[in-house]
């Protein structure tokens, strides 16, 4: 679990987590000259029972407020601190503002500084707490009153930290590790060191990360959370990722760590906005607004769906258009400001990647984003199912996808409509290439590495009852003709780069000439066989690899007949027939009484 502090500048956050974990998370002189939070600090909370957490110091200080939000993006609880002889302040509200946007699930209030106040004082400060609590995630939170310095306090905060982990469950894997970094640096003798907070999966030493949103990937070394090694981390955990491949001036403080394509790199989305009830103004449509989204803040547009302002306290729909293309999934939270001013005003949560840039006010439109906001699992299922067309999908959890009606092969999952458009396109192919192998057919409908489509493929082939000669595919009641190429080929293959005519080839097939005319001419269409001449056919690959040995031992040189011949190892006159065929195809040229390869 990720523990987070909030709370106004100066009331005694980080004295807490020092008290808490005997770590000083002001580790900057500059913060120590001052007293006062700037950058984010981390500590290991160990707790009765042997539960572990990690503890995230955030800044109180309003200028601070970016620095905050990339801390809280991983908080999964949360110890707002208020300090018992002030009460609740302006970063107090807002912090809340924050955390209820971000989806923290709960947490302890802590009053602090309880030797400055009097009864009278920490317990108005508790009643204007309370209601400023009224509506939000904390509203029944549990309560503590401790004394940081002294540690008065501190033995029944842990103690009901401990039951509150004990409550709450940890966070889904769902088997796509996502780290936002928030520090980058170089260690010598290690090299490139990235520190965040894990969310989503788990990350294993060894595996193969992409530095979104660019397309640079590194190997993880090694891995470590608070300074402890581990062979791999789950999901909310403080990471610090050591990696291969890749310097540090390569990153940078908001870059996103993930697994090769499992992110989206989009310069819009479609997104539920919250407005919050004491937000200084409306958002309008087409106003300018600080996005923070994972560890990133940057600068969007905001363009409201269906409507053109909403007020204070009011939800709807917008498309955020962003500067340059940021890396994120849906369902990821975000956080909107204002720029003067400077000020919380809503966030929610992004709902679709690839979204058209017009038609705000279609109906459909936003009957369809209403469904991903509001939907039931089955309505969403059906609707993500309908979207991916022939592409499966491989849901956390296949419940709602099989009530939904979709077609299911190895945990994946197609809609009706895109298993039928699926064996239309497959039918289609192998009737224009019968002989296709599957590795070819995969790679005509689907971009690599296409190993869910390999599934829903074969599945396609039994229900068209395609007939299989090993990899070849054939339309269906193809009868022997399968047989017949397949027999072909390999009297081909075997004859290698001293085919016999094709006149005694017909007749040395056991089929007869008919049968083997009509097969070589099929392999001839598909590219297994070459036509050297009008009279003589040769294996494609033994045709390709003769060409591959010239381009190795002559490269650019000229070579003669003789010289091809002996390079080959074979006669004169098939060496004649495969130079006159790559002349036609341009691959050799003639100078003087010599070759060039092209």
């Known amino acids: 679990m990720i523990v987070g502090t909030a709370g106004h500048v100066d009331h005694g956050k980080t004295a807490l987590v020092k008290a808490l974990t005997g770590v000083d998370t002001d580790r900057l002189a500059e913060e120590r000259r001052r007293g006062l939070t700037i950058e984010l600090g981390f500590a290991p909370l160990v707790l009765p029972g042997g539960l572990t957490a990690s503890l995230v110091d955030v800044p109180g200080h309003a200028h601070f407020i970016p ?25 107090t509200a807002e912090h809340l503002d924050i955390l209820s946007l971000l989806g923290v699930r709960g947490g302890v209030v802590v009053y602090t500084r ?17 209601q400023l609590l009224e509506g939000s995630v904390l509203s029944d939170a549990p309560e503590a009153a401790v004394c940081a310095p002294t540690g008065e306090g501190i033995p029944r905060l842990r103690q009901l930290l401990a039951e509150l982990l004990l409550q709450t469950p940890p966070p889904p894997d769902t088997g796509h590790p996502v780290l936002h970094a928030d520090r980058v640096f170089s260690v010598d003798g290690s090299g490139t060191v990235v520190t965040g907070t894990l969310t989503g999966g788990t990350l294993h ?22 300074g402890r090694a581990a062979e791999s981390l789950p999901p909310a955990s403080r990471a610090a990722v050591n990696l291969a491949g890749i310097e540090a001036a390569q990153l940078h403080r908001g870059d996103t760590l993930a697994l090769p394509g499992t992110l989206t790199c989009t310069d819009r989305a479609d997104v539920r906005l919250r407005v919050l009830p004491d937000a200084p103004f409306p958002i309008r449509n087409n106003s300018q607004l600080h996005l923070h989204l994972g560890g990133r803040a940057l600068m969007c547009r905001c363009i ?9 306290g009011e939800t709807g729909f917008a498309q955020l258009r962003f500067p340059q293309p940021v890396a994120t999934h849906p369902a990821q939270r975000y956080v909107v400001r204002f720029f003067s001013p400077l000020a919380t005003v809503g966030g929610g949560v992004l709902l679709d990647l690839d979204p058209p840039r017009r038609g705000r006010c279609d109906p459909v439109r936003l009957e369809r984003l209403r469904i991903l906001a509001d939907g039931t699992p089955e309505e969403r299922a059906t609707l993500h199912l309908n979207a991916s067309g022939m592409h499966p999908v491989r849901p956390t959890d296949p419940a709602p996808y099989r009530a939904a009606g979709g077609i299911e092969v190895g945990g994946a999952f197609l809609s009706p409509q895109g298993m039928e458009e699926l ?24 971009p690599p590495p296409a190993r869910r489509e390999a599934a829903f493929l074969d599945a396609a082939a039994d229900q068209l009852n395609l007939v299989r000669e090993g990899e070849a595919l054939f339309p ?69 690899q003769a060409l591959e040995l010239l381009r190795t031992r002559f490269g650019s040189q000229p070579f003669t007949l003789a010289q091809a011949r002996d390079a080959l190892g074979i006669s004169r006159k098939y060496t004649l027939l495969l130079l006159e065929y790559w002349d036609r195809q341009r691959l050799t040229r003639h100078i003087g009484d010599a070759r060039t390869l092209s």
């Open 304 to 312: 409201l769906l269906g409507c053109e302002v909403l007020c204070p």
């Open 205 to 226: 030493r060894g595996d193969t990360v992409q530095l979104y949103p660019g397309s640079k990937t590194a190997r993880v070394r090694s891995l470590q959370c608070h």
């Open 67 to 91: 620095t905050m939000l990339s801390g809280a993006a991983g908080m999964d609880l949360v110890l707002l601190v208020v300090a018992a002889d002030e009460g609740p302040m302006p970063q």
């Open 476 to 544: 269906p009641g193809s009868g022997t003709a399968p047989r017949q190429d397949a027999a072909v080929e390999a009297f081909y293959r075997q004859a290698g780069l001293t085919p016999p005519s094709n006149a005694e080839a017909e007749c040395e097939f056991s089929g007869g000439p008919a049968a083997f005319r009509q097969a070589a001419d099929r392999l001839v269409r598909q590219g297994v066989l070459t036509q050297l001449s009008r009279s003589y056919r040769i294996h494609t690959p033994a045709c390709r």
């Open 114 to 130: 309880t030797d400055l106040a009097s009864p009278v004082q920490l317990e108005h400060t508790r009643q204007t707490t309370r």
């Open 423 to 446: 064996c239309r396109q497959v039918l289609l192919q192998v009737q224009a290439r019968p002989g296709i192998t599957r590795r070819a057919l995969l790679g005509l409908l689907f």
